[in-house]
C-alpha cells in the first residue's frame, strides 16, 4: 500500500496540469463571483457559502476526471491486474493522493476565502475541517464516475455520480449551518467523519470491480 501511494504521489506531483489546474480554477471561480456582482446591494456574508459549495462539487469532478484513464490508455492497469489480481490498494491510494494533492487545498483555499468575505478567524478552522471531509467523500464518489465512464465519454460519469454526491452536498450544507449559527459542530462534523470513512473504505471496492469489468 506504502509503495503505491508513493507512486501514486510522484506521479501526480509531476504532473502540475493535473493537481494545479483544477486548484486554480477554483480560484478563479471564487475571485470573479464577488466581482461579477454588485455586493453593494448583497450581504456577500449570507450566500458566499453556496459559492464555495458549488465550486467544491465542480472541481471535485474535474480533479477526479481522468484519474485512471492514463493507466487505462497505456496498459498499467492490465499490468496491475495481471500482477495484484485487485484494484483495490491502488484506487485507494489515488483517490488519497488526489484529496492530499487536491482535495486538502482545496478546502484550505475555500475556508481562506470564507475568512476574507466575513468569517470569523475563530471560525476558519470549522470551514477548513468541514471541507475537507466533504472533498474526501466527493473525490471517492467521482472517482467511481471516473471509473464507470472510462472508455464510454464522461456523460455516463457525471449521470452516474451526482446522485450519489448530493447527499454529500446535503451534509456540507449542514456543516456549514453550524458554523454560521455557532452550535451542532461536532455533532455534524462526526457524522460526516463517519460517512467519509465508510466511503473510503467501500467504494475503491465497487471501483475496483469497475475496473475489473473493463479489462475482462
Do not use: C
Request: hydrophobic content about 55%; overall charge neutral.
Amino acid at each position: 500500500m506504502i509503495n503505491f501511494f508513493s507512486l501514486e504521489a510522484f506521479k501526480l506531483r509531476h504532473k502540475l496540469r493535473a493537481w494545479l489546474g483544477p486548484l486554480l480554477i477554483m480560484i478563479l471561480v471564487l475571485i470573479a463571483f464577488p466581482l461579477s456582482i454588485d455586493i453593494s446591494q448583497y450581504d456577500l456574508n449570507k450566500f458566499y457559502f453556496s459559492v464555495i459549495v458549488v465550486s467544491l462539487l465542480m472541481i471535485s469532478f474535474l480533479a477526479t476526471e481522468s484519474i485512471f484513464s492514463e493507466d487505462y490508455e497505456d496498459g498499467s492497469l492490465e499490468q496491475i491486474h495481471l500482477e495484484e489480481k485487485d484494484f483495490y490498494k491502488i484506487t485507494l491510494a489515488k483517490i488519497l493522493v488526489h484529496v492530499l494533492f487536491i482535495g486538502i487545498p482545496m478546502a484550505l483555499i475555500g475556508s481562506i476565502f470564507s475568512f476574507a468575505n466575513g468569517v470569523s478567524l475563530a471560525e476558519a478552522p470549522k470551514i477548513f475541517v468541514i471541507l475537507s471531509i466533504s472533498t474526501l467523500i466527493l473525490f471517492n464518489v467521482f472517482a467511481f464516475g471516473s471509473a464507470l465512464s472510462i472508455n464510454k465519454g464522461s456523460m455516463l460519469g457525471v449521470v452516474a455520480s451526482l446522485p450519489l454526491a448530493l447527499p454529500a452536498i446535503v451534509l456540507l450544507g449542514r456543516g456549514v449551518r453550524t458554523v454560521q449559527y455557532g452550535q451542532g459542530f461536532f455533532e455534524v462534523s462526526v457524522l460526516m467523519a463517519g460517512v467519509a470513512l465508510i466511503v473510503t473504505a467501500l467504494m475503491p471496492i465497487i471501483i475496483s470491480a469497475t475496473l475489473k469489468t473493463h479489462l475482462e
